[in-house]
Each structure stands twice: as structure tokens, then as C-alpha cells.
């Protein structure tokens, strides 16, 4: 037995998701922090008022999912997501701008989105699920393997996935179930129930089934997921649920999320959408949609893609899309001149299960169907290579054909690499058979670029000749790293390492470290003890440019560049390392064409310091793949 669905009933729902979500971002967004607040808010109708509301990333980069689905069609993938962050989407906040300099170093999905990217706890990609669950009304485990492809991108490994997953799971499954504490179990089966994600929005729910007020709810959440970082993503599955849930009416749903407090934007605008579908653009309060119309607001960091001139543009296109997808994936649902929904509930359960599959998923593995076989790379040592250490990664090979397959399987690698095993592996798979080949690669430091490509060649005895699959390595990150300076304990005070401010040379009592991310593993260096270190770092810049550095760390410190004091801790702060900057340990600069010198200088109190490095263009902070920072000066002969 299939659910129906008809077109009034799925256009109009539709309309409600987006007006929806635009409503409660619009009420949010001006309340947005980078950090969360332990009062909450008291708000009650939009602080700021513009029609077609706030632009907005949860929104506009919907848009650009919905032109990849136009220009790749409905099979499309996190590969072909990842073009469309790299031509459609200017901006870089957080994990958006690393996992684009990843995917800019050549790593595909999931390593983009796994690899040195701090952030993959947070909510850049549970916004974004109300696409998937639009063209997959009442199938939710379509709309779960869309929103798992797009999470993938830049938020391999982290929560945030798990995230996505439940908000598309739920909005697909409201389309024909209202019942909102049902909705919310519902989501809670298709993520594993010891994630952070679960656990947040299970105390919501408890906490409304047991009566208790929604302040309440909130300190519980809080309680029970808290970060210092404003959008970290189980914390707001957790306050948006307490709005969906505590809710009586649209405004009280949206307000009520918003007023929990952190990511604020977000909250507002997926409780929005999720009241959207349920009730439909009929039954959306007119005092909270009409003074925001009919269009939709764009920002100028999103470019090279159609702009639906109304909702009611983007919810037909939507709707042929989704009409596709249901047949497409022979869905539980199909499109129907009447509703449908008896035994909904029932008729849900059995596909969800087949969401579990993408729990054990990993993010460290990049998948290539060739037709006679599939190749899956898989990262053991992560992307980055350091000097002359090995790095170890295996090739899984599963033989897709009818018959035994039999060949070599051989790695090309670049110039000056090393690998073993240095012979071929011969490869003899019956049908169905699958098998795990190790390797391990090691490059000294001049032979070492931003991106090296090995190639993984497979030679099949008899059948027809399969590409070359790629497995990019990155560099990884040069230091210096001095002895400790106990006492006095105090920035402004004078410490050897100083006097080397201009030093192009390693220097005596300076320690050559290699790093494979952004994070500058020092406290290993302080025996659990108050202290002071410097470091200096080298990096090679092919013009002169404006660039925003960052040594976000939750201690103090101070850093110069090319001898020139520029910038040092304006009050401590939790660590937030993005290109943006954290409101405390970020300077605008000048890199010179050629070498340049940075210093830092940092010190840790009482607590264990946490500290990254990071440096971006100073226009839409961007991260740049054409510096060299991965050697010294003088070796690069």
C-alpha cells in the first residue's frame, strides 16, 4: 500500500516550508551571536523588519542545491555538491570556508569535510535540509540520503550529519504526519541514540512529556550539550525542538526557539519550515507572513544561479522535482489527486530503517564505482603528509561482475615519493568478492607540494580498461617551537626567542615540529604547568596581498609578522578557529611577494591551551591554496 499526496495538498505544504523558514529566520537572524549567552532572549516579534526578509545561508544556499538539481539532475552526489560550493557560494565562515579549501587541494567528499575542519559539530549543514525533504515529501529515507550526501561536504564525522538527517527525516515525514511529538520520535530512529545530537533533542522531548516548562527544557539542554560556541549543532536540535514541540501557535513556535538562545537564525527558521509543512501556507498566520511577501532575499556571496522571482516560482519547481524523485526511487508515496495518510505512521517505519546503513559510513573514504569493480581509498593517516614519516592509507577493491576478475593493482606516485609495497599487488576476486590492499607512501619535505596526487591503477586481465583513481595528499604545516619560559609569566616581558624576530635560519633552542591541521599541538610542551612558548612559522607567498590571520586560542598571545608586532589577545575567549575571526586573536596584514616571518607568542595559564594558526584572504576569507607552509626557507632547494 503506497501513501498519496495530492498536488494542492504537497504545492501548498511547499509554500508553507519556505515562508516558513524565512519568517523564523527573519526573526532570529538579527539575535545571531558567534558565541551563546546563558540569558535567554525576550523576543516576540521580528527586531528587524524587511520585506522579503533577512538573506540568509539556511535559505540562499537552497537555492544553489535546487540548480545543482537542475544542471546534474536527481541522482546527483556530494561530488557534484562540492562544484557547486566551489562556483555558487562566495562566503566562508567557519566550516564552510576550510572544507572549501580542501575540496580547493584537490580532497574530495567526505575527507573535505573531515579533514581540519574544527567545526564539523555545527549547523552549516542542519539548515539545509528542507530541500531534500521538499522533494521527498513523505519518504524519508530518500530525504535522508540527500541530506547525508550534503552533510558529507563539510561536516564529515561530526554530529552535524546526524543533524541534518534528523531535521530532513522529520520535514519529510510531516508532510504526512502532523502530530509533532510523533515527528520528533520518528527523527530520533534515524540517528544513533548515543550521538549528542539525540540526547539533546530526547531531553527536550522528556522534558515536554513530563509537563516540565520550557525554560525549563531549555537549561536541560544547556545543561546536557553545552558548548560556548554558538553554533554548535546539538545544542540547537535541542533548543529547536523545544519551539516545535512547546509551541502553541506559529509565532509562539518560532519565538519560543529563537528566546533558547544560541544559533538563533537557525533555530527560528527550522521550526518555521517544519510548521510549514504541517499546517500549509493556508494555515499560516497572516500577521507573521504578509509583511515579509512573496520574494526571496539572495546575499551578494551567492552567484552563478538562477534566483526563483517568487515562492511561488521555487515551490512549482520544487514540486516537479519531487514528483520525479518519488518515482525515481519508487518511493512509499506518490503524487495524487487526493490525501492518503491512513497507516502512515506504519508505512514510515520499515524505510527508516534503511537510514541506519549511513551511520557506519566513514569519513575518512572516498568511493569510485567503475563499473567491473569499485575502489574505495581510504585514509588510515589522514590526507596530510608529514616529512619523511609514513603515511598509511588502504585500497579496497570489490569486484562487481558476474565472474572472477583477476589483474594488478599498482600506485603511481609523485617524483621523489616512496611507497610500499614498491611491486604490484595481484588482484583475483570471484564474484562479489571484496579484498583490502595496504599502502604506505613517504616524501621528504622538498618533494612535498599544497596537493599531490598518487594514482591507484588497476589493470583487469580481459576486460575493458578502467581509469586511474586519484588519492590526493596535502602538506602539512612547518614550525619552530622554543623551550618554555616559566616566570615571570607575562606577555610584555622580554624572553630569548625574541632576539630571532628576524631570523631566516632555524636558530639555537628552536625545535622542528611538523603538523598535520591548522591546530598547534603545544600543550603537550607545558607538563600540565603555566608557561609561555613562542613559534615561528614560514610562509611563502607568490605576490603581495591583504590577508586576515588568526591565532585563536582560549589563552593569550601576541604575534608578529615580518618583525612587526600586529596583533595580540584582546580578551581571552573560547577557541573558535575560523578564517573570520573569533572577535579577539585575528589582525588584518600585509604578506609581501616572497618569504614571510611569523612569530607568535603565547601563554598558558591554569587551563590546557588550545590553539590553531589560520590565514585567509582578506576578501570573503577565503583560504588560499598558493601559499607554502608546509617547509623552511632553505629547504626548499
Not at 562566495?90 to 573531515?114: A, C, F, I, M
Not at 561536504?153 to 515525514?173: K, P, Q, T, W
Request: with cysteine.
Amino acid at each position: 500500500m503506497k501513501l498519496k499526496i495530492s498536488r494542492e495538498t504537497y504545492w501548498d505544504r511547499v509554500y508553507g516550508c519556505w515562508l516558513g523558514k524565512n519568517a523564523g529566520g527573519t526573526l532570529g537572524g538579527p539575535l545571531e551571536r558567534i558565541y551563546g549567552q546563558d540569558e535567554m532572549f525576550d523576543v516576540w516579534w521580528y527586531p528587524k523588519l524587511v520585506e522579503g526578509g533577512i538573506p540568509n545561508d539556511d535559505l540562499e544556499i537552497q537555492l544553489v542545491w535546487l540548480q545543482a538539481l537542475r544542471d546534474r539532475g536527481i541522482d546527483l552526489t556530494a561530488r557534484d555538491l562540492a562544484d557547486y560550493w566551489l562556483d555558487c557560494i562566495l562566503y566562508n565562515p567557519d566550516e564552510y570556508g576550510l572544507h572549501k579549501t580542501n575540496l580547493r587541494k584537490g580532497l574530495q567528499p567526505p575527507v573535505s569535510g573531515w579533514y581540519n575542519n574544527w567545526f564539523k559539530d555545527c549547523m552549516g549543514s542542519p539548515i539545509r535540509s528542507e530541500i531534500w525533504a521538499c522533494i521527498s515529501p513523505g519518504a524519508p529515507n530518500v530525504a535522508a540520503k540527500y541530506a547525508h550526501q550534503d552533510a558529507i561536504c563539510d561536516h564529515a564525522g561530526g554530529e552535524s550529519v546526524y543533524g541534518e538527517i534528523f531535521n530532513a527525516v522529520l520535514e519529510s515525514a510531516a508532510f504526512v504526519i502532523s502530530d509533532r511529538v510523533k515527528l520528533v520520535k520518528l527523527g530520533l530512529t534515524a540517528i544513533p541514540e548515543n550521538s549528542a545530537t539525540a540526547r539533546a533533542i530526547k531531553i527536550a522531548l522528556e522534558a515536554y512529556l513530563k509537563g516540565l516548562d520550557w525554560r525549563e527544557a531549555r537549561e536541560r539542554v544547556k545543561g546536557s550539550v553545552y558548548s560556548p560556541i554558538a553554533q554548535y549543532s546539538p545544542i540547537n536540535l535541542g533548543f529547536q525542538t523545544i519551539g516545535l514541540l512547546y509551541g502553541e501557535n506559529f509565532g509562539d513556535a518560532i519565538c519560543k526557539a529563537v528566546n533558547c538562545g544560541w544559533d538563533t537564525d537557525c533555530t527560528g527558521a527550522t521550526v518555521g519550515a517544519i510548521w510549514g509543512i504541517i499546517y500549509g501556507r493556508k494555515n499560516l498566520p497572516e500577521k507573521w507572513i504578509k509583511p515579509l511577501g512573496n520574494t526571496i532575499a539572495v546575499s551578494d556571496g551567492i552567484k552563478n544561479i538562477h534566483i526563483p522571482a517568487t515562492i511561488d516560482e521555487l515551490t512549482s519547481e520544487v514540486c516537479a522535482i519531487g514528483e520525479r524523485v518519488l518515482k525515481r526511487f519508487n518511493a512509499q508515496i506518490e503524487v495524487s489527486d487526493n490525501d492518503d495518510f491512513r497507516d502512515a505512521e506504519t508505512i514510515l517505519k520499515s524505510p527508516i530503517n534503511d537510514i541506519k546503513s549511513l551511520w557506519s559510513m566513514p569519513p575518512n573514504k572516498v568511493d569510485f564505482n567503475l563499473t567491473s569493480i569499485k575502489v574505495s581509498a581510504i585514509y588510515l593517516d589522514g590526507p596530510a603528509v608529514l616529512p619523511d614519516e609514513p603515511n598509511r592509507f588502504i585500497v579496497s577493491i570489490e569486484n562487481m561482475c558476474l565472474t572472477p576478475v583477476s589483474g594488478i593493482l599498482r600506485i603511481s606516485a609523485p617524483s621523489g615519493w616512496m611507497f610500499e609495497p614498491a611491486v604490484p599487488y595481484q588482484i583475483n576476486l570471484n564474484a562479489g568478492e571484496k579484498a583490502n590492499f595496504g599502502f604506505s607512501v613517504t616524501a621528504s619535505v622538498k618533494n612535498i607540494n599544497a596537493s599531490n596526487e598518487c594514482l591507484i591503477k588497476m589493470l583487469l586481465n580481459g576486460r575493458p580498461r578502467l581509469i586511474g583513481v586519484p588519492i590526493v595528499f596535502v602538506g602539512s604545516f612547518r614550525w619552530l617551537v622554543s623551550e618554555v619560559f616559566r616566570e615571570p609569566l607575562s606577555l610584555d616581558l622580554f624572553f630569548p626567542p625574541e632576539k630571532d624576530l628576524g631570523l631566516y635560519w632555524v636558530g639555537e633552542g628552536w625545535k622542528i615540529v611538523s603538523w598535520p591541521e591548522n591546530s598547534l599541538k603545544i600543550e603537550e610542551f607545558f607538563d600540565e604547568s603555566p608557561g609561555i612558548i613562542y613559534l615561528r612559522h614560514f610562509i611563502y607567498s607568490p605576490s603581495e596581498r591583504r590577508v586576515m590571520i588568526g591565532v585563536p586560542n582560549n589563552g593569550r598571545m601576541k604575534f608578529w609578522l615580518n618583525g612587526e608586532l600586529i596583533h595580540e589577545t584582546i580578551k581571552p575567549v573560547p577557541l573558535r578557529p575560523n578564517y573570520e575571526g573569533d572577535g579577539s586573536n585575528y589582525a588584518g596584514a600585509n604578506l609581501k611577494k616572497g618569504w614571510n616571518h611569523l612569530m607568535i607568542k603565547i601563554m598558558r595559564e591554569s587551563s590546557p591551551l588550545e590553539a590553531h594558526f589560520t590565514i585567509a584572504s582578506s576578501e570573503w576569507y577565503s583560504g588560499m591554496t598558493d601559499l607554502i607552509h608546509w617547509r623552511f626557507p632553505w629547504e626548499s632547494e
